[in-house]
């Protein structure tokens, strides 16, 4: 590890190492996370501090793309939606992820308020109905 990681950095590359060095603790015959859809509602993690938050956003993205267990779908509402959008710091890790063969959703109402639909870089505009029907159809649904 290089001289003066943050912490954050340092607890990615550890995740990174671990997810090397552990049997996979899922069965063969199981399609992991196939059935999870991740609803994702901001542009940053948890409650407190926005700028921690963001910080938090970047490194779950991250480890999202390092894990081999893999949602099917990741669905972003309101502010949610800049992350995909050109210039944003996370753009890279959602195109990764769209390129592992999640889907990306990005709901049309959040769009049009953030007028973003010709900065969008990544992932689908879909409307509140064909989020509704995913939702709905999915066996899991993980909100963060």
């Known amino acids: 590890?290089?001289?003066?990681?943050?912490?954050?950095?340092?607890?990615?590359?550890g995740l990174l190492k671990s997810l090397q060095t552990l049997p996979s603790p899922i069965k063969e015959d199981t399609p992991s996370g196939s059935d999870l859809i991740?609803?994702?509602?901001g542009s940053s993690l948890g409650n407190g501090?926005?700028?921690l938050g963001k910080i938090l956003m970047k490194f779950f993205l991250k480890s999202l793309s390092a894990n081999p267990v893999k949602p099917q779908m990741l669905i972003l509402f309101n502010d949610a939606a800049l992350?995909?959008?050109?210039?944003?710091?996370?753009?890279?890790?959602?195109?990764?992820?769209q390129e592992?063969?999640?889907?990306?959703?990005?709901?049309?109402?959040?769009?049009?308020?953030?007028q973003i639909e010709e900065k969008i870089k990544c992932g689908q505009v879909v409307s509140m109905s064909s989020i509704c029907g995913e939702l709905l159809n999915s066996g899991r649904v993980l909100t963060i």
């Open 49 to 51: 501090t926005e700028h």
């Open 100 to 114: 592992q063969g999640i889907k990306i959703l990005i709901e049309g109402t959040s769009v049009d308020y953030h």
């Open 38 to 41: 991740i609803l994702i509602t």
């Open 83 to 97: 992350m995909v959008c050109e210039n944003s710091e996370m753009l890279g890790s959602f195109t990764v992820l």
């Open 1 to 13: 590890m290089k001289e003066n990681m943050t912490f954050a950095e340092k607890d990615l590359a």
